[in-house]
């Protein structure tokens, strides 16, 4: 399975919006659900948003919840996170993930994007 690429990084102010973009360029058949996670300066590399690539079921930090969107696009091999009213908090590298188990904790993820920077000024 290629490695997925994530663009769409950028620097935008606070209360702004931002689509990032992964590109899976190949879903494997044993890929059980995919998503985004960030690392912000001075912390762990966390979940943010995540989904089942079979039942569509989604999952949403608390920090983001009301605020960020993940979809998917099956046929282009995509997935997408809308953010919308980004905080200075929001700044950091996110990182698109998939993984054949489950994507609870960076520990089940089985392949990584390179992440992509999101700066968010105030």
């Known amino acids: 399975q290629a490695r997925p690429v994530e663009s769409g990084g950028t620097s935008v102010q606070s209360g702004g919006s931002l689509r990032i973009i992964c590109d899976v360029a190949?879903?494997?058949?044993?890929?059980?659900?995919m998503g985004w996670f960030r690392q912000v300066p001075g912390k762990e590399r966390e979940r943010v948003s995540t989904v089942s690539l079979y039942t569509r079921e989604s999952y949403y930090a608390d920090f983001v919840k009301g605020r960020f969107t993940i979809s998917q696009d099956n046929a282009k091999n995509m997935i997408f996170l809308e953010m919308s009213n980004l905080e200075a908090e929001d700044t950091g590298v996110y990182f698109c993930?998939?993984?054949?188990?489950?994507?609870?904790?960076?520990?089940?993820?089985?392949?990584w994007g390179q992440g992509t920077q999101v700066t968010v000024s105030s």
């Open positions: 190949e879903y494997s058949k044993s890929d059980y659900c």
């Open positions: 993930a998939a993984s054949d188990s489950n994507c609870q904790s960076t520990g089940s993820i089985t392949h």
